[in-house]
């Protein structure tokens, strides 16, 4: 059983520790929907204030809904469209503050307010998944948490 307790004073140190307990989770695992699961259910249960976590996998030039927490979710996004497109596309991070003034903002769950979307590069350079957070707070994501979330994205590129 595992039963991971973050808490953490500081966000550096509560990254650090989340690092730390993803590596341990899907060190030595082989399957990318396992890892991804569990990575989306430590996020969950780790940092506060969201209503939405979870991954989108490039399917052949589409991001298609992989394993997530919270409530239902868009199946299909094109890239370009959306937060989570737009990193597919530019393979940017994107942090928005205020969703509902992101052009093309895709509500799928109306009390989001503000996202992290962090894209997921392969070795070779190509677009693996994107890691999606939402928050029904205005302005959740900072740049502490846009790092944090790229190292958690740089440790599962080698494992998805």
């Not at 569990?38 to 969201?50: F, G």
């Not at 998944?129 to 944090?148: C, N, T």
Request: hydrophobic share 45%; aromatic share 6%.
């Amino acid at each position: 059983m595992y039963d991971f307790k973050i808490a953490a004073a500081d966000k550096a140190t509560l990254y650090a520790d989340l690092l730390a307990a993803l590596d341990g989770l899907t060190s030595g695992e082989t399957d990318p929907i396992a890892n991804m699961a569990n990575a989306a259910a430590l996020i969950w249960e780790t940092l506060p204030d969201l209503n939405w976590a979870g991954f989108y996998r490039n399917v052949g030039g589409e991001l298609v809904l992989g394993p997530f927490q919270g409530r239902a979710a868009c199946i299909r996004i094109p890239f370009g469209k959306g937060v989570c497109g737009a990193a597919a596309e530019t393979r940017q991070v994107q942090r928005v503050e205020d969703v509902h003034a992101f052009p093309g903002h895709i509500a799928c769950d109306a009390a989001s307010q503000s996202e992290l979307v962090v894209p997921i590069i392969g070795a070779n350079g190509e677009l693996i998944a994107v890691l999606d957070l939402d928050s029904p707070q205005k302005a959740r994501f900072d740049a502490e948490d846009e790092a944090g979330c790229v190292k958690l994205c740089e440790l599962l590129a080698n494992r998805i």
